[in-house]
């Protein structure tokens, strides 16, 4: 068939009869139909695309193939299979949910913290609001907090103990160094506060304290971990907030809890340092957690992602293509080889100048050839890389060098927790929810956070911390009476879903709220 360039250089020759103006016309018509296939300068190369046998009014303009390639995912496969999918998919609200793919991800992650809260819209803005407060304090920890949070992950039954007992937790985090002594000598502790008025350190808050020496549960837990003591001097200013709230004092301590929940058989030595780190970069690690699988890897293979981390062309087009690269798992001298000729390589040559420049890095080089099996893991789970790169929250966390340099540092205390993709995702946003606490008791303490946004963050724990971490992707959820609805009447739908990775690599992707609004896709479920 000719070319349109053919056709309209034909065109000056219409004497030639009315069937050369047919073919013209059918040729052009063809080309609108199947656009070029081959890739542009400057892109990653395409995957195969999805061809529609008519073009209306509703399809994507033509060069958009984000949702034709969303449907020719394993995870769509598998959802579009999934009668529980198919349910919450028909839901006239469900559009709504799907439009924001960074509030989906958390509702995949822990459906219970929303369907609840869900029917009741007032209480789900007053939770909202109240995550607004804290969210940019709570993205990050100084090193103090991350400490803390190591603390009560290290010390949960002692801290624990302490938080029923506000007042006198509060009087120890006031004058740490006069308790510091008893992390040595326990008993000392129980004979003093069987007489606390003798002792200056406990004689202001007398009372508390006998009541905590009659706590014979309390007094149990501190005493078997009078180490707790050592601990909250090293971090007294960190702790002091916290003392003067006990609502965030106590969704602190439960956080710690969550987060010791995934540790299995890991040493509470090697579970602190993640939780420190976890803490210092929380948004980083609350994004990665969208996609689990994608947090294991980076837990699993640290060197390999701090080495593309300042590659952040290179890394995209590795993982929308991770069959190209897997099996440089077990051969990291052909990478090296392929970058020194990268526009020779399918794979690489759309971004050949990306790749030439990870190749002239040294450093880079080194981390990845030290864990190069990092490629055959991204592989392994390539859908939740393809949906990660999508995202430029995941984009960002997997570029935010400071944060994998932390990971690398740890690299012993997170490949020990990282046999369980969801546990991990699980401690992450328990990291997240301590910041939220600790936030929130800083801004008590400074009159900026008021009763009624305590009591919303006490009553709805986990909603709040993930709302702190992404308020602006809730806003919309909060304000549609159709999405809440479609979130509290499919409470059973989400949770048969939790487990399932292939939703969390749907739901995550940028690309399934056009999908949700598309003929074809929502025709590919209607016909399983």
């Not at 970069?281 to 990665?288: D, E, R, T, V």
């Given at each position: 068939m000719?070319?349109?360039?053919?056709?309209q250089s034909?065109r000056k020759?219409?004497?030639?009869?009315?069937a050369?103006?047919?073919?013209?016309?059918?040729?052009?018509?063809?080309g609108r139909?199947?656009?070029?296939?081959?890739?542009?300068?400057?892109?990653?190369?395409?995957?195969?695309?999805?061809?529609?046998?008519?073009?209306?009014d509703?399809?994507?303009?033509?060069?958009?193939?984000?949702?034709?390639?969303?449907?020719?995912?394993d995870?769509?496969?598998?959802m579009?299979?999934?009668?529980?999918f198919r349910t919450?998919?028909?839901?006239?609200?469900?559009?709504?949910?799907?439009a924001?793919?960074?509030?989906m991800?958390?509702?995949?992650?822990n459906?219970?913290?929303?369907t609840?809260?869900?029917?009741?819209?007032?209480?789900?803005?007053a939770?909202?609001?109240?995550?607004?407060?804290?969210?940019?304090a709570a993205?990050?920890?100084?090193?103090?907090?991350?400490?803390?949070?190591?603390?009560?992950v290290n010390?949960?039954?002692?801290?624990?103990?302490?938080?029923?007992h506000?007042?006198?937790f509060?009087?120890i985090?006031?004058?740490p160094?006069?308790?510091?002594g008893?992390a040595?000598?326990?008993s000392?502790?129980?004979?003093?506060?069987?007489?606390?008025?003798?002792?200056a350190?406990?004689?202001n808050?007398?009372?508390?304290?006998?009541?905590?020496?009659r706590d014979?549960?309390?007094?149990?837990a501190?005493?078997?971990d009078?180490?707790a003591?050592?601990?909250?001097?090293?971090?007294?200013d960190a702790f002091s907030?916290l003392?003067k709230?006990?609502?965030?004092?106590?969704?602190?301590?439960?956080?710690?809890d969550?987060?010791?929940?995934n540790?299995?058989?890991v040493?509470?030595?090697l579970?602190?340092?993640?939780?420190?780190?976890?803490?210092?970069?929380?948004?980083a690690?609350?994004s990665?957690a969208a996609?689990?699988?994608?947090?294991?890897?980076v837990?699993s293979?640290?060197s390999?992602?701090?080495?593309l981390?300042n590659?952040?062309?290179?890394?995209?087009?590795?993982?929308?293509?991770?069959?190209?690269?897997a099996?440089?798992g077990?051969?990291?001298s052909a990478?090296?080889?392929a970058?020194?000729?990268?526009?020779?390589v399918?794979?690489?040559?759309?971004?050949a100048?990306a790749f030439?420049?990870?190749g002239?890095?040294?450093?880079?080089m080194?981390?990845?050839?030290?864990?190069?099996?990092?490629?055959?893991?991204?592989?392994?789970s390539?859908?939740?890389?393809?949906?990660?790169?999508?995202s430029p929250?995941a984009?960002?966390?997997?570029t935010?060098?400071?944060?994998l340099?932390?990971v690398v540092?740890?690299?012993?205390a997170?490949?020990?927790?990282?046999s369980?993709?969801?546990?991990?995702?699980?401690?992450?946003?328990?990291?997240?929810?301590?910041?939220?606490?600790s936030a929130?008791?800083s801004l008590?303490a400074?009159?900026?956070?008021n009763?009624r946004a305590?009591?919303?963050?006490s009553?709805?724990p986990?909603a709040?911390?993930?709302?702190?971490?992404?308020?602006?992707?809730?806003?919309?959820?909060?304000?549609?009476?159709?999405a809440?609805?479609?979130l509290s009447?499919?409470?059973?739908?989400?949770?048969?879903?939790?487990?399932?990775?292939?939703?969390h690599?749907?739901?995550?992707n940028?690309?399934?709220?056009a999908a949700?609004g598309d003929?074809?896709f929502?025709?590919?479920?209607?016909n399983?």
């Amino acid at each position: 068939m000719t070319t349109i360039e053919s056709n309209q250089s034909n065109r000056k020759y219409m004497a030639t009869g009315a069937a050369i103006i047919a073919v013209a016309v059918a040729a052009y018509g063809l080309g609108r139909i199947y656009p070029p296939l081959g890739p542009t300068e400057g892109t990653i190369a395409p995957a195969d695309r999805y061809v529609s046998s008519q073009v209306g009014d509703g399809d994507v303009t033509l060069g958009d193939t984000s949702i034709p390639k969303l449907m020719q995912t394993d995870a769509f496969e598998v959802m579009s299979k999934n009668p529980n999918f198919r349910t919450l998919a028909s839901h006239p609200g469900f559009a709504a949910l799907a439009a924001n793919s960074q509030a989906m991800s958390a509702i995949a992650a822990n459906p219970n913290a929303f369907t609840g809260l869900a029917k009741s819209p007032a209480a789900f803005l007053a939770t909202l609001d109240a995550a607004k407060a804290v969210s940019a304090a709570a993205g990050t920890a100084n090193a103090g907090q991350a400490q803390a949070f190591s603390a009560i992950v290290n010390h949960p039954s002692a801290f624990s103990a302490l938080g029923d007992h506000p007042q006198a937790f509060a009087a120890i985090v006031n004058n740490p160094s006069a308790f510091a002594g008893y992390a040595k000598n326990p008993s000392a502790f129980s004979a003093a506060v069987r007489d606390p008025s003798a002792v200056a350190a406990m004689s202001n808050s007398a009372n508390a304290f006998l009541a905590l020496g009659r706590d014979a549960s309390a007094m149990s837990a501190i005493l078997r971990d009078a180490s707790a003591f050592d601990s909250i001097a090293k971090s007294a200013d960190a702790f002091s907030s916290l003392a003067k709230s006990p609502q965030a004092l106590s969704l602190a301590v439960k956080s710690a809890d969550a987060f010791n929940a995934n540790r299995g058989q890991v040493s509470a030595s090697l579970n602190g340092q993640v939780a420190a780190v976890m803490s210092q970069h929380a948004n980083a690690f609350n994004s990665l957690a969208a996609q689990p699988q994608v947090l294991q890897a980076v837990a699993s293979h640290p060197s390999a992602f701090a080495g593309l981390a300042n590659h952040p062309q290179a890394l995209a087009a590795i993982l929308n293509n991770p069959s190209a690269f897997a099996a440089y798992g077990k051969s990291p001298s052909a990478f090296s080889a392929a970058l020194r000729d990268p526009s020779a390589v399918a794979a690489m040559s759309s971004s050949a100048n990306a790749f030439q420049a990870l190749g002239r890095d040294v450093n880079a080089m080194a981390l990845i050839s030290r864990d190069a099996s990092a490629f055959s893991s991204i592989a392994k789970s390539a859908d939740a890389f393809r949906a990660a790169a999508a995202s430029p929250q995941a984009m960002n966390a997997l570029t935010n060098v400071s944060a994998l340099n932390a990971v690398v540092k740890s690299a012993d205390a997170f490949n020990a927790l990282s046999s369980n993709a969801n546990a991990l995702a699980s401690a992450a946003r328990a990291a997240q929810a301590f910041n939220a606490a600790s936030a929130a008791a800083s801004l008590s303490a400074r009159g900026q956070f008021n009763a009624r946004a305590m009591q919303a963050m006490s009553s709805n724990p986990s909603a709040f911390a993930a709302m702190s971490a992404q308020p602006a992707a809730w806003a919309a959820i909060a304000n549609n009476a159709q999405a809440l609805q479609a979130l509290s009447a499919n409470a059973n739908a989400f949770n048969a879903l939790k487990s399932m990775s292939a939703f969390h690599a749907l739901a995550s992707n940028p690309s399934f709220a056009a999908a949700m609004g598309d003929a074809r896709f929502a025709a590919s479920l209607s016909n399983q």
